[in-house]
């Protein structure tokens, strides 16, 4: 008997599968090129450093960003916020995020509370998850250095409305930092009309690299005030020990995962040729299909936003009596059906809509190469889980 065809619907930790592009450019740079960035005279290590300048470019395309922005890597998401957080936050400093944060927002933010005397402040949301830009107003206070907001929950998928958080910052001095893990390559993230001063994401993500790189893109005035928080070898003024001051490499010590930002470079330039209002048209029909075929499902809670509001390809649901955790497990065992379940590292968010205690949730994220025959598979899944008495 044949097993059942993969189906993967956890976008949201990983794409997959890549684009075949991405993984004939990793193949190619590991069998062709292999040569570190930024450290040699000959062909190939010259041709990997252009391949670097062309990636920033493309990816500075992706979110309209300024020829004077910066386009840092960094080995994951994580890093990035990380880089942003703890390279601005200085004692005394007041920050602002909110209940919908990933824990590589708030974890960052709870060592510099306990740490480094900064406070924070937690905007709280509404029951779907998202965020008043007038409760981000009334949080500032004079000592207010930074706010940092995920543009998409990685829970219920809610957009948040970050160029109106946007508008109100432009009166103040803090910096603006936007957790865009989950919109690049899904949902158009614009630095210009959000007035962001540093966007973070993921490259393995919807940017649909491998994993092992991540993006910090910053503002130039902003970059100024950030220190690097990993100090060494850069390949540049190696006469000195001191830090260099050049960008990148001041942020950029130690040899990048240069396979992985090969593939980015495939990626991106898969999303530019698709078109990512396309690529979110796409996620948009596959989660209304999956919202009201859940909600038709008797047992079955869906959180989060209703399908035709700002959205991407993340739904979250609950089948009453079951924990999500088996519910996964059986999914993965009888229909190779893959989702994640539990907390999605925001228990936070759980706790804001009522899921913690439940042990959370399970949730289906899609990418590009999700069909509607996913969806369906899924609902037929979940409709048997549902009827049973017990597990069945
Ligand atoms: C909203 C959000 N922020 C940050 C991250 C961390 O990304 P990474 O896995 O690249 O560190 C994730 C990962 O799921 C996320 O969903």
């Not at 950029?252 to 495939?266: H, K, M, Q, R, T």
């Not at 698709?274 to 979110?280: E, N, Y």
């Not at 065992?333 to 949730?361: D, K």
């Amino acid at each position: 008997m044949s097993s059942p065809r993969r189906i993967y619907l956890d976008n949201a930790a990983t794409s997959w599968p890549k684009p075949e592009s991405v993984y004939q450019a990793v193949e190619h740079f590991q069998r062709t090129i292999g040569a570190p960035a930024g450290r040699g005279a000959y062909a190939e290590a010259i041709q990997v450093a252009r391949q670097l300048d062309r990636t920033r470019q493309a990816a500075l395309e992706l979110v309209n960003g300024r020829r004077d922005d910066s386009v840092l890597f960094t080995p994951s998401c994580t890093a990035a916020l990380n880089l942003a957080i703890h390279g601005l936050l200085r004692p005394g400093d007041h920050v602002v995020t909110t209940v919908v944060e990933h824990n590589s927002v708030l974890r960052p933010l709870r060592f510099a509370a306990e740490q480094r005397g900064v406070e924070v402040t937690l905007v709280d949301c509404d029951e779907r998850g998202f965020v008043e830009p007038a409760a981000v107003r009334r949080a500032l206070r004079p000592a207010t250095r930074l706010v940092a907001v995920a543009h998409a929950s990685n829970v219920t998928g809610c957009v948040q409305p970050v160029e109106a958080i946007g508008d109100i910052l432009s009166a103040h001095p803090a910096r603006f930092l936007i957790d865009a893990a989950q919109t690049l390559g899904h949902w158009p993230c614009d630095l210009a009309a959000s007035r962001a001063d540093f966007v973070a994401g993921a490259g393995h993500k919807g940017l649909l690299a491998p994993l092992g790189v991540g993006l910090l893109f910053a503002r130039a005035e902003a970059l100024r005030e950030l220190t690097p928080l990993v100090q060494g070898g850069t390949g540049s003024h190696s006469e000195s020990d001191r830090q260099p001051d050049d960008l990148p490499d001041r942020f950029e010590s130690g040899n990048l995962d240069v396979p992985a930002i090969w593939g980015l470079s495939a990626g991106l330039e898969f999303l530019r040729q698709r078109g990512i209002a396309d690529l979110a048209q796409q996620a948009a029909h596959l989660t209304v299909q999956l919202v009201e075929g859940l909600r038709a499902i008797p047992r079955v809670r869906v959180l989060g936003p209703s399908a035709d509001e700002p959205r991407v390809g993340v739904v979250s649901f609950q089948i009453e009596g079951y924990d999500p955790q088996e519910v996964a497990a059986g999914l993965d065992a009888a229909h190779r059906i893959q989702l994640r379940a539990g907390l999605h590292c925001a228990g936070r968010m759980h706790e804001r809509l009522g899921t913690l205690a439940a042990g959370g949730a399970l949730r289906a994220s899609f990418g590009p190469f999700n069909q509607p025959n996913d969806v369906d598979a899924l609902l037929a899944a979940i409709a048997e889980f549902a009827a049973a008495e017990s597990f069945p």
